[in-house]
């Protein structure tokens, strides 16, 4: 019996040290990965602070672009935009794409600083992407950053991407102009339709930047989708056929163009939208091409919003990728 009872209290102190090096183990590894998941969230919270970072920077560099400087700084900024730095699922040329990486010397004008990049940031995958939509919103720009942490940090190759959406004054709320009644035939004197009757809010300047921008990113009359604002400084006559009725088009002769003479709608051109000419030199809107259709310089802009400084769409920020 006593070698027995021995062998038995043998394997129970055998089975017992086993049963307490495996809580042991288990707990350790409980441990070690416990530490290696706050080391993780630390590592993940550095990088979400640095992306945020440079998303202020980035928002603040728009600030300084559109506040107090004409409107003409637009093309400036997006001269080196195209469309094949868009994101795969943005194929349309109505999208304008720019985007800056720290690996990459950017041209710009010299009424635009240069980007402050965080500190040791892997350069070849951190990059801010300007993204807009020069059709259909040219006035609101989507801006997404993002950070790489490079193998200066502890956390080499946590990364974080933040988005915001901003609304910039390159257009404003569209208010429907006080038509008045027809009159009957002019004398020789031609009186030009006043601007603010027409357009209501939004200015030359913008119309003229929002041209320029579809311009940029290759719409035309051929395109899909196709162009809207046509903004036009030479007085030759004009020859095509602009506009549809799902996609109205505005073709504005500027004060440039009226200058020299009155231009010419040729009688093959069909327009389908509005002509208006930018004139105090006898031109006036031929009345078989005028037609007040908003839709083709009508941008959404929330009620009540502040349209001439750059601001914050409301509910736009999101931590995450595209």
Not at 43 to 59: C, G, H, K, R, V
Request: with cysteine; aromatic share 8%; proline share 7%.
């Amino acid at each position: 019996m006593n070698q027995h009872s021995g062998m038995a209290n043998l394997w129970s102190a055998i089975c017992l040290i086993l049963t307490t090096s495996m809580l042991g183990w288990i707990t350790l590894r409980s441990v070690m990965s416990e530490t290696q998941r706050s080391q993780q969230q630390l590592f993940a919270a550095q990088a979400l602070a640095s992306s945020e970072s440079l998303l202020e920077t980035a928002i603040a560099q728009i600030d300084s672009v559109y506040s107090g400087q004409d409107i003409a700084i637009d093309a400036a900024f997006w001269r080196n935009a195209s469309n094949s730095q868009c994101p795969s699922t943005l194929t349309s040329p109505q999208w304008q794409c720019l985007k800056w990486t720290p690996s990459e010397a950017v041209m710009f004008d010299n009424r635009i600083s240069a980007l402050a990049w965080p500190k040791s940031i892997d350069v070849t995958n951190s990059f801010v992407l300007f993204v807009r939509d020069v059709r259909m919103a040219p006035h609101k720009i989507k801006i997404t950053a993002q950070i790489s942490l490079n193998s200066e940090q502890p956390g080499v190759g946590s990364r974080a991407t933040v988005q915001q959406s901003l609304y910039i004054p390159i257009s404003a709320p569209w208010t429907p102009p006080a038509l008045e009644p027809a009159s009957g035939p002019e004398s020789a004197e031609c009186r030009p339709l006043e601007w603010r009757k027409t357009f209501g809010n939004i200015t030359p300047a913008q119309l003229k930047a929002i041209s320029t921008a579809q311009l940029q990113t290759g719409l035309s009359a051929l395109s899909q989708p196709s162009r809207t604002v046509y903004w036009i400084d030479s007085p030759l006559t004009w020859t095509q056929s602009l506009g549809s009725q799902n996609a109205p088009v505005a073709l504005i002769f500027s004060e440039t163009a009226c200058a020299l003479q009155c231009p010419q709608i040729a009688s093959q051109a069909a327009i389908t939208g509005m002509v208006y000419f930018q004139s105090a030199n006898a031109c006036q809107n031929p009345v078989g091409l005028l037609t007040l259709n908003p839709e083709a310089y009508h941008f959404d802009w929330p009620i009540g919003i502040d349209a001439s400084r750059v601001q914050r769409v409301s509910g736009s920020w999101k931590n995450a990728g595209f």
